[in-house]
């Protein structure tokens, strides 16, 4: 079984990203889980016909926190695209605290705990399991599926903008601090362009300076955004779009990646040094 | 002494406007202090055209001796040259070591730190701003709110459904603390991401929760190249009609009275409603 993390700032489309990535893992005949590890519990948004899952911190709370009366079928919901797909989607939202108590964190690490306690990976059977995880707050919590090495396979979704470079820096330095414990290598970044000057070639350069790769390039377009407001992947909505194809492409390169780097760590003055000149070009 | 938060989703464009907001404060004559509560502590870049040590970083350089550590360590003043000798000072809270601790400490601790420090006495600031992040709405990220050290809270947004519902998440935080805090919600700020309907979106939203629109921030290329050279519109292109938009932002702010506790919505109810604008 393998399991791959997939981070990015905020906003940065990692949903997005990440739903496409599964749809097209499962369309390979193979059975997938998709696991939404940010508050905004919305990852699985787009492989549920729009529809929001109750999250495992909900269903946690409901029942005070007693792990043993929890079954599967509460957590773990099956995609309705199954009849769509060569394989099978299963889907998961960690949830998180209640707005203004408790840890943002909680929600992957009890998450990640109850479908362990459940042996939800051999129960179901699973090829894959992806984790689709906020990467603003590189804390504890979110760090979870590298620290304890649930997955092997990091990449990062990240656009030419600095705070988003910025983001994937600490990714690439919480990478760096748990691989000896844990395993987990960084498979390379994904490019979600965002109509930036020379964009391309900061995301290329930068992966270089990291020690990784680029994996793919998501282009900025409408059609992508027309996703989230019909909640549906582009599979369903326009499979024969460049779009489409470039989710293609990227699936396939992460499935047959086979460069995997424990990352350079730099610090974010010379980031930003760095940054000002290619953008200035 | 008037103490705002400004809330926004990653991304969203909250530093930019804190920032703009910040500088169009000072221009008026104000001594503003400026709190960056995000662990990427790049919230006051356009104002001090550059990073500052973060309040967490220096702590840790001290192994937490509060008593070891001065303002000055901990809070700079902006070299811009401002209107009717206004000031501008910025502080960084920081965030956790990649991977350990809690991404909330950096907020707690940087609030905690200035508080004991006295930086309010000591600066006397006719402004503070709390720039957060909005995205995880946990007992760290909502200390200004719970703790009532900001009175007046603002929301960045966009039409976009994350940012919507983060706005969700920062009212169900105020109306929590309502009775404890007396913080309050001032408005939503608005910065255009190009989303169909957005601007009939973001208005019909304001109306469903009680609040007003304070500003409306167009999708701009200069906000953005002003942003990639680390300045604000209000200093590099004072001339513009962005920067004009700043300056009735903060004209709106400086007399606004209409505070409100929000009403909160679920999330599902929230999405049943979006979804009609599609």
Known sequence: MRQIAIYGKGGIGKSMVSSHISFGIADRGLKVMHVGCDPKHDSTRLLLRGKMPKTVLDTLRKKNFDIKSITLDEIVFASPLNEECRGKIYCAESGGPDPGLGCGGKGVIEAIETLQHLNAYKELGLDVVLYDVLGDVVCGGFSMPIRQGYAEEIYIVSSGEIEVLFAASNICKAVSKFTGRSGARLGGLIGNLRELKNEEEILTTFADMMGTQVVGFIPYSEKIKECSGKGMTLYQLAPDSKECDAFRTLTKNIWNNKMFTIPKSIKFEDLYAWWRTIVKK | ?278
């Open chain 2, 1 to 278: 002494m008037r103490q705002l938060a400004i809330y926004g989703k990653g991304g969203i464009g909250k530093s930019t406007v804190a920032a703009h907001l910040s500088y169009a404060l000072a221009d008026q004559g104000l001594k503003v202090l400026q709190i960056g509560c995000s662990p990427k502590n790049d919230s006051t870049r356009s104002l001090l055209n550059d990073f500052p040590r973060t309040i967490l970083d220096v702590l840790r350089g001290k192994e937490f001796d509060y008593d070891a550590v001065a303002l000055s360590d901990i809070v700079y003043e902006s070299p811009l040259t401002f209107k009717k000798g206004g000031k501008v000072y910025c502080a960084e809270s920081g965030g956790p070591e990649p991977g350990v601790g809690c991404g909330g400490k950096g907020v707690v601790e940087a609030i905690e730190t200035l508080t004991r420090l006295d930086v309010f006495t000591t600066l006397n600031p006719d402004f503070v701003l709390y720039d957060i992040l909005g995205d995880v709405v946990c007992g760290g990220f909502s200390l200004p709110i719970r703790q009532g050290y900001a009175q007046e809270t603002y929301v960045v947004t966009s039409g976009e459904l994350e940012a919507l519902y983060q706005v969700t998440n920062v009212s169900k935080a105020i109306k929590r603390f309502e009775g404890r805090s007396g913080s309050k919600l001032g408005g939503l700020i608005i910065n255009l991401r190009r989303v169909k309907n957005e601007l009939a979106i973001v208005k019909d939203f304001a109306e469903k929760i009680g609040t007003q629109i304070i500003g409306i921030i167009p999708y701009s290329q200069v906000v953005k190249e002003c942003g990639g050279e680390g300045e604000t519109v209000l200093k590099r292109a004072p001339d513009s009609e962005e920067a004009g938009i700043y300056r009735d932002i903060c004209e709106r702010i400086l007399i606004n009275k209409n505070l409100v506790i929000p009403t909160t919505i679920d999330f599902e109810d929230l999405y049943e409603w979006w979804l009609k604008y599609f």
